[in-house]
């Protein structure tokens, strides 16, 4: 008996086992794309614009004295995060060539993520973070489209205002500026002059100093696109003087603000801002023997400054918040 039912059930064990096989493979091949989207998306990035976006809802929230409502900024807030990982993964995608000259380790420029996998991605992401954001109100669906507008213009061949710092500066400044809006929309306030200050300010410094110090280092591949960046056209060290002068003005802006309305949230702010300004500054500075020979990471070196300053100056901002 026990032979007859090993030869009834032989039969089928192969393909039985070949269709489970061919299942795990798929499912193990999707999850290496997402993963792989994922990191050419920058996570550090995608975070930031989630923490915008929730920056911009608490402070409004708290200023205006009104509870969020929760489902809506959470719905809001993966829906920025899935917009984010399109407008990256897009971007990725245009700047394949550049970023290939540049030797860049991304999963796109090295070839582990394919292009084809890139769009498709840059397509369903887009969709899922429109689909979200309408559930988190129309207004923030209305946000949503622009933001992705926006990140389009910057990227799109045919138009693409990264290939010059005013137009690359612009679009990123509205970039962050709409997330931050569209925070306040999920909050379901109007803006207040707190917030209002605060995404005046940090947009600024998305535009004036990580548009122009994400080229540092990149200078060849981009003059090969014939991008007309900043950094091209007038040589690494005065871009790198500009990053430091516009950290200190910003400083002054922010500061002037932060006496004007008075708040706890956006005078702690303030503080951190201005303790980040002089550690970009100081990144840009000391660079500026001509001929001086400089390591990978010392190209990187504001913006990772930048950066790690708007993560301080959020967090600052939303743990105030708690002890306001």
Request: aromatic letters at 8%; glycine letters at 6%; hydrophobic letters at 50%.
């Amino acid at each position: 008996m026990t032979q007859a039912l090993t030869t009834h059930l032989s039969p089928a064990s192969p393909s039985v086992l070949s269709a489970f096989d061919a299942r795990w493979s798929s499912v193990l091949s999707m999850a290496r794309t997402v993963r792989l989207c994922l990191r050419e998306a920058r996570p550090l990035v995608q975070v930031m614009f989630v923490l915008r976006f929730v920056t911009g809802a608490l402070l409004t929230a708290s200023a205006a004295h009104h509870r969020p409502d929760a489902p809506h900024l959470l719905l809001g807030a993966a829906a920025w995060w899935a917009a984010t990982v399109s407008v990256y993964v897009f971007n990725g995608v245009s700047d394949l060539c550049e970023d290939r000259a540049n030797r860049s380790r991304r999963p796109l420029a090295s070839g582990r993520l394919t292009e084809e996998a890139a769009r498709r991605a840059v397509a369903v992401t887009a969709l899922t973070g429109l689909l979200l954001s309408c559930a988190a109100g129309w207004r923030v669906a209305e946000a949503t489209a622009v933001f992705l507008a926006l990140g389009y213009a910057y990227s799109a061949p045919a138009i693409a205002a990264k290939c010059r710092s005013w137009s690359a500066s612009a679009v990123t400044c509205a970039a962050a500026g709409t997330t931050y809006l569209a925070g306040v929309a999920s909050s379901g306030s109007t803006l207040t002059p707190e917030a209002a200050v605060f995404a005046l300010v940090l947009s600024l410094g998305v535009g004036l100093i990580a548009a122009v110090a994400k080229d540092l280092g990149s200078t060849r591949g981009d003059a090969l696109a014939g991008r007309r960046t900043l950094a091209v056209i007038r040589g690494e060290h005065s871009a790198r003087r500009f990053c430091a002068a516009s950290g200190g003005a910003l400083t002054l802006v922010l500061t002037a603000g932060a006496l004007w309305v008075h708040e706890l949230p956006l005078d702690a702010a303030a503080v951190v801002f201005a303790v980040g300004a002089l550690c970009v500054a100081g990144r840009c500075l000391p660079l500026r023997r001509k001929g001086a020979r400089m390591k990978s990471r010392h190209f990187r070196a504001p913006y990772r400054s930048w950066m790690a300053t708007q993560y301080a100056v959020h967090l600052t901002a939303l743990t105030a918040l708690i002890w306001a």
